[in-house]
């Protein structure tokens, strides 16, 4: 038999194939629109309709993943079902998603990686402006970055929750590679711009190929990039989203200090979601300046013994308390193990604020 012929004979099994997933996809969609029908109808008077559902979403794709026989890895099964339920979902309802911006920033990578390409996703210029976009119903939803694996907190994400009602109802992370843009291959370079943590996530590449070179901190990677297309002589630390919107040249590639360097991103809405089988909570808890404060905030959850993933402190807003702390734990505030534990927090707390109940992060 000939190449010509037994390439024929494959494709004929791929188009046939292709046909029967794509009548499966759409009768996919058309039960998403009946979902919809449902929601309508159950929907409270005089309250939004939840067409988005994380836990649902969470479950879907961990599903996907565990009965995943292959070749494709999981990962990429994943993803194909991410962007066929974000078409799903869109027929329910288009979402709007504020994220930190200007375009070409990992958030609004963290975005689409988290709601698939169907959303319309809204560049911000600050993370207090993603809030307010959300507080105001301009945006369903809204994504900011929390924490880095080499610089830490984003600070001005738990200062937004103090003064927001905002729920966090998701998390994604994503790994960051941080890449030296410049305008012609192998300019002379005389500044480099990029957000704070970029340039402290690449401290010591900058340290041995830009010794004495400025470093400037802007408000965003994309926003650095937009001004290393500008201005001669500047260069900028950003991703490779940024050097094709700014039609840049990457003078180098993966220079993050640390190959594991990941962010995570927080998916902020005004809904609580309900438990998806696999999820963490945030609080806020305020304490008194008193001996073991600290201590007094952790027994509750190690007497329940609930596993905490992060525990960040910040300074308080006023003089009434000194210590608060942003804790993530296992579970969901619905669980039957977790209620007595946040009951028992409310009382010995100055303040306490229940930031969200939410879905592990699934990809
Ligand atoms: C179909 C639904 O609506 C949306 C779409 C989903 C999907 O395509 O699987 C899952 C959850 C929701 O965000 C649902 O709630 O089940």
């Known amino acids: 038999m000939s190449e010509a ?78 962007e066929i339920m974000s078409q799903c979902l869109a027929l329910e309802e288009p979402l709007q998603v504020a994220y930190l911006g200007p375009e070409g920033t990992f958030t609004q990578q963290a975005a689409v990686k988290h709601f698939g ?16 976009e959300v507080e105001s119903g301009a945006a369903h939803y809204g994504v900011v970055p929390v924490e880095n694996s080499t610089e830490g907190v984003v600070t001005h994400t738990h200062d937004s929750f103090f003064d927001s009602s905002l ?32 340039l402290g996530q690449c401290r010591r590449w900058l340290d041995q190929h830009y010794p004495g070179i400025e470093r400037i901190a802007v408000s965003s990677n994309a926003e650095a990039a937009r001004r290393a297309s500008k201005e001669e002589g500047s260069a900028a630390i950003a991703s490779e989203a940024a050097a094709e919107l700014y039609q840049l040249h990457t003078q180098a590639a993966n220079i993050e200090d640390r190959p594991d360097n990941t962010t995570r991103f927080l998916i902020i809405g005004r809904q609580p979601t309900t438990p998806s089988g696999d999820d963490k909570t945030s609080v806020l808890i305020a304490s008194r300046n008193q001996p073991g404060a600290l201590y007094q905030v952790l027994e509750p959850f190690h007497k329940a013994g609930i596993s905490l993933t992060r525990i960040e402190t910040r300074p308080a807003r006023s003089g009434t308390w000194s210590y608060v702390f942003f804790i993530d734990f296992e579970g969901h505030r619905d669980d039957a193990s977790i209620a007595p534990v946040m009951e028992e927090l409310r009382n010995i707390a100055v303040d306490f604020r229940w930031l969200g109940s939410y879905p592990k992060a699934v990809m």
């Open 5 to 82: 012929r037994e390439l024929e004979q494959l494709r004929q099994q791929i188009d046939s194939l292709d046909q029967q997933i794509q009548s499966l996809i759409n009768q996919r969609a058309r039960c998403a629109q009946q979902v919809a029908e449902v929601k309508h109808k159950y929907a409270q008077p005089g309250e939004p309709v939840v067409f988005y559902r994380p836990e649902r979403e969470a479950q879907v794709l961990r599903n996907v993943m565990a009965r995943n026989e292959g070749p494709l890895p999981n990962e990429g099964m994943a993803r194909l079902f991410r």
């Open 117 to 132: 390409h169907a959303v319309t996703c809204r560049s911000q210029i600050s993370i207090a402006d993603v809030f307010r």
């Open 167 to 198: 729920k966090i109802c998701g998390e994604v992370a994503l790994r960051i590679h941080h890449n030296l843009l410049v305008t012609t291959p192998d300019q002379k370079v005389e500044r480099i711009y990029s957000h704070a943590q970029s």
